[in-house]
């Protein structure tokens, strides 16, 4: 089955605890990206891989890393997560930048304590 | 900057009609809308762009603005199925990112 697959699904963690969220797909797609979801401010882009080794910053980008060393893999690290960073948070993928669709992951709620 | 989106939140009984708007400060290529429901992913439903075509859902309809830089998402005689957050997305360009809205959810009610 396609699909954009992260993990975990939940996580609570404390304040200066480095953290890594998953995100795979099985799609052979181009395009990923992470987002981050907060009530009344919509789906705000964290980082965007256009391809392999290729990532660059969203509109949100503070306080987060990511990397792209194989085309389906594309992990958001928190390095020293802090309390405004609880949100949930969404991988996404497509075949390129310009895909008319992005297939989302299930999400993961983060809550730093 | 992020399109806005109106209304925030609206209630409606099943059968009833709505309408959401996507506002953007800058010229578009195409406005993208999907939604999503409680404690899942954001699921695509259509996309129209620039010159007309628009391309998704079989029983959404949404119309684009181009001078205003504007789209709607039309849901007429509501279902209860309808019940989500639903989000814009536009482009300024083929290639250039997607920028989500603010969203707006909507519940339907028996």
């Known amino acids: 089955e396609a699909q954009v697959t992260q993990n975990p699904r939940y996580l609570i963690t404390v304040t200066g605890k480095k953290l890594t969220v998953t995100c795979s797909q099985n799609?052979?797609?181009?395009?990923m990206s992470w987002y981050r979801q907060d009530p009344g401010l919509g789906l705000r882009q964290i980082y965007y891989?256009?391809?392999?080794?290729?990532?660059d910053k969203g509109d949100v980008p503070e306080g987060y890393k990511v990397s792209r060393k194989e085309k389906r893999n594309f992990p958001l690290i928190l390095e020293s997560p802090s309390p405004n960073q609880t949100s949930l948070y969404f991988c996404?993928?497509?075949?390129?930048?310009?895909?008319?669709?992005?297939?989302f992951g299930s999400g993961t709620q983060l809550s730093v304590l | 900057q992020q399109p806005v989106q109106s209304p925030q939140a609206v209630i409606l009984r099943e059968g009833e009609d709505a309408v959401i708007n996507c506002s953007s400060s800058?010229?578009?290529?195409?406005v993208h809308w999907y939604r999503q429901k409680h404690g899942e992913a954001p699921v695509f439903l259509m996309i129209?762009?620039?010159?007309?075509e628009q391309k998704g859902h079989e029983k959404i309809s949404a119309s684009f603005n181009e001078k205003k830089q504007q789209s709607s998402l039309y849901l007429t005689a509501s279902q209860l199925s309808y019940s989500g957050t639903y989000f814009c997305?536009?482009?300024?360009?083929?290639?250039?990112?997607?920028?989500f809205g603010t969203g707006t959810r909507l519940q339907v009610t028996l």
């Open positions: 996404a993928s497509s075949p390129w930048q310009g895909s008319e669709k992005l297939f």
């Open positions: 799609m052979n797609h181009e395009y």
């Open positions: 891989s256009m391809n392999v080794e290729v990532t």
């Open positions: 800058k010229a578009l290529y195409s």
């Open positions: 129209l762009l620039k010159g007309g």
């Open positions: 997305g536009t482009r300024t360009g083929t290639a250039s990112k997607l920028t």
